[in-house]
């Protein structure tokens, strides 16, 4: 029987099996940020502990930092502190870090394949649960929490039981203006958020292997919107094409590169490969999704109603009642009737020049609308520069948007980027939770082109007929 | 860690389903840098009105649950976002137990807890106990009925026991690591480095490609 892409990686990291059936796993890579990581540093000074392999360790600063020209003055003295705190623990104890201000600082899941530290056949941990999004390149890649950040730091290795495997095979080739995330949104849609728990999910089908590696790096960086620790891609020439393409400064020189091109083309899973499920999806038929509700489920085509509260598979009616009540929306209503607020265009899920360019394109010789306030926050400071010499940086201000500097920004609110009370707004993040955005604040999960059509008609619209009209 | 043996407590409901950590403890909380201080912040957008008041619309701040130790909710508890915030304002807040059923949906079955939440827990002394919905049912209908209602987890034996006025059993499954790190309250390093050696051997021979 053949063997697939996730047992591959596996079974070559495993130390040492336990008696109880789990498993003592081998870390490749450990990215590090400023918000789950002080307490696992001061674990370590407190029992007095070092940390096994430094040089495997990198860290940044994403999800406090300032988006604003003035950034590097830190209004907020908590936000600071941390900060502060990530820095002088990288002093401390020997790890490179990219902090506010360096030219390679970013959203920790953009820069990782950037630096080329995110590569084929690794595990690969981060304190971050959207660590998921490198599986993009066949690495195996979750998020942990701070005990468990602390002890990577500490013994290079976690304790973990093996999950199930479990194949989305996406068919089919997807019309014009439907993304990898609207794949991945139709996905959570069916399996629900907690479809994937307990599995690693491998995506695969015509429709995956078209896929840029900035569009796969898209569908599992929401993998964990569905439960699942871990979404993979097996690596193609599109993965080392992108390794091999910029001057990465972690990926193998040129006198390691043929062994390591070896290795990573025998990782693919196997053609007679099993898994514990699967599931296959057509996309030739998938329409632009938006989120209606309060989790990355309850997600619908633009041009469906939304759902009666007792309609909905898998969610009580007292859910749903919960959900529609907190997003001010009512069932019969269709989202092309519903006026947005804010547009927010970044996050881990969709910051990359790829998603930046497709956003350009709608905003090109357009213009939001007025009461919309419209944000375009790139993932990296890399990302910014490119964009800024391809002119898309002109295309965003010329329709009104603040073009920001890179940071985990408005998806999640931790710097001063929020959302108000009952603000409604379009966003390429990848969680619509209640407060999520800023306390009181309602968010709609939709694509990069979906969101900058929603800041020009200051509603959401079909981008499939709104762009021709 | 404290050890996690035997507890009996004040029974709370909190029915709503896939509650996630953003819930559990918002952003704003999570800027600290110690491990200390987040019980009172406990699903502080839920608990608090605008003003810094307890919230009487919020079901867990009924006054029926004052010195609660033990929660039930519903499924997926804990999804979304890794921080182990969650976990600390939980333990903070007071709670040694949560309840939450596997549901079934299309012939397959939903664990109760989140992945991530569910092992930052175990690390935390905090018991995850994932039932069958019928049962978390039992134990809502029984907890709306008797006020203070007390139940009874025993982790040796893998039994949670409602004191209701007809007192019910159910026996839980637990992993064999899961259960044995919090009856000795065991440090999961420590554990670990019992292996150096295997580590050592390990890196010997494998390929990181830095």
Redesign the interface.
């Known amino acids: 029987m053949g063997i697939t892409l996730f047992d591959k990686i596996w079974s070559a990291h495993v130390?040492?099996d336990?008696p109880?059936?789990?498993s003592?796993l081998?870390i490749?890579?450990h990215l590090v940020h400023e918000?789950?990581s002080?307490?696992a540093f001061?674990g370590l000074r407190l029992?007095g502990?070092r940390i096994?392999r430094p040089?495997?360790t990198f860290a940044t600063m994403d999800?406090?930092v300032p988006t604003t020209p003035d950034r590097l003055d830190i209004a907020?003295p908590?936000?600071r502190?941390?900060m502060e705190?990530l820095k002088a623990n990288c002093d401390e104890f020997g790890i490179p870090l990219y902090g506010l201000g360096d030219e390679r600082q970013g959203i920790v899941h953009v820069i990782g394949p950037e630096l080329g530290l995110t590569?084929p056949g690794?595990t690969i941990v981060c304190?971050?649960?959207h660590t998921s999004t490198h599986g993009a390149f066949g690495a195996l890649a979750f998020?942990?929490?701070?005990?468990?950040v602390?002890?990577v730091l500490?013994?290079?290795?976690l304790?973990q039981?093996k999950p199930g495997s479990f194949r989305v095979e996406f068919t089919g080739r997807p019309g014009p203006h439907i993304f990898s995330k609207d794949m991945v949104l139709r996905m959570i849609g069916l399996i629900?958020?907690?479809?994937g728990?307990?599995y690693v999910l491998e995506y695969g089908g015509e429709a995956v292997r078209a896929l840029s590696m900035e569009a796969r790096m898209s569908i599992c960086n929401m993998s964990?919107?569905a439960?699942a620790?871990a979404g993979m891609i097996a690596p193609d020439e599109t993965t080392f094409d992108y390794v091999a393409r910029e001057k990465r400064p972690?990926?193998?020189g040129e006198e390691?590169f043929e062994r390591?091109l070896s290795?990573w083309r025998s990782l693919p899973s196997d053609d007679d490969a099993l898994y514990d499920?699967t599931l296959t999806i057509d996309t030739a038929a998938l329409a632009p999704q938006v989120t209606w509700g309060t989790?990355p489920g309850m997600v619908i085509d633009v041009d469906q109603v939304i759902p009666e509260p007792d309609d909905l598979?898998?969610?009580?009616r007292?859910?749903v009642t919960?959900a529609l009540d907190y997003m001010g929306l009512s069932p019969g209503t269709r989202l092309t009737d519903v006026d947005v607020d804010v547009v927010f265009i970044g996050s881990c899920t969709n910051s990359r020049i790829e998603d930046l360019r497709q956003a350009a394109a709608v905003l090109d010789g357009r213009r939001k609308a007025e009461h919309v306030e419209l944000l375009v926050v790139p993932g990296s400071e890399q990302v910014r520069r490119q964009a800024e010499a391809e002119g898309l940086d002109r295309i965003f201000k010329d329709a009104g948007a603040q073009w920001r500097f890179a940071g985990c920004s408005m998806c999640?609110?931790?710097n001063p980027d929020q959302l108000r009370p009952q603000q409604r707004c379009a966003s390429t993040s990848n969680?619509n939770?209640?407060?999520?955005q800023g306390?009181g604040g309602r968010t709609h999960l939709v694509s990069p082109e979906m969101a900058a059509a929603a800041a020009v008609a200051g509603r959401f619209v079909d981008i499939r007929t709104w762009l021709e009209s | 860690m404290t050890p996690f043996t035997k507890h009996r407590g004040i029974v709370a409901t909190l029915?709503?389903?896939?509650v996630?950590t953003?819930?559990i403890i918002?952003?704003?909380f999570?800027?600290?840098?110690?491990?200390t201080g987040y019980g009172p912040n406990a699903f502080f957008?839920w608990r608090y009105t605008a003003d810094g008041q307890p919230d009487p619309k919020f079901e867990l701040n009924q006054d029926r649950f004052a010195g609660r130790s033990i929660l039930a909710t519903?499924?997926?508890f804990g999804?979304?976002?890794?921080?182990?915030?969650a976990?600390w304002a939980l333990a903070q807040d007071g709670y040694r137990v949560i309840i939450a059923p596997w549901v079934e949906?299309?012939g397959?079955r939903?664990?109760g807890f989140?992945?991530?939440f569910r092992?930052?827990t175990t690390?935390?002394g905090i018991l995850a106990i994932e039932l069958p919905e019928t049962d978390v049912d039992t134990i809502f209908a029984s907890v709306a009925e008797h006020h203070g209602l007390e139940a009874t987890v025993d982790l040796t034996s893998q039994q949670l026991i409602l004191h209701s006025p007809e007192p019910a059993v159910f026996h839980f499954d637990i992993?064999?690591?899961a259960k044995?790190q919090l009856l000795k309250g065991l440090d999961?390093?420590d554990?670990?480095?019992a292996?150096?050696d295997?580590?050592d051997r390990?890196?010997r021979d494998?390929?990181?490609?830095?």
Not at chain 1, 143 to 148: A, F, L, N, P, Q
Not at chain 2, 30 to 35: H, Y
Request: net charge negative; proline share 4%; aromatic share 4%.
């Open positions: 130390v040492r336990l109880d059936g789990t003592l081998y490749d890579r918000v789950t002080p307490q001061e029992a502990r096994r040089e495997l999800h406090n907020d908590v936000s502190a941390q705190a590569l690794l304190g971050d649960s998020g942990i929490g701070t005990s468990e602390e002890h500490v013994t290079q290795t304790v039981r629900g958020t907690a479809g728990t307990g964990i919107e439960g620790r972690f990926a193998p390691d390591a290795h499920r989790n598979p898998g969610y009580s007292e859910d919960k999640l609110g931790m969680r939770f209640e407060g999520r306390k | 029915s709503r389903a896939n996630d953003d819930a918002p952003k704003q999570l800027k600290s840098i110690k491990r957008d519903r499924n997926n999804c979304g976002s890794s921080r182990e915030h976990v949906r299309d397959k939903l664990p989140a992945d991530i092992s930052n690390k935390n992993e064999t690591s044995d999961g390093i554990l670990t480095l292996h150096a295997a580590i390990f890196e494998h390929e990181t490609w830095l």
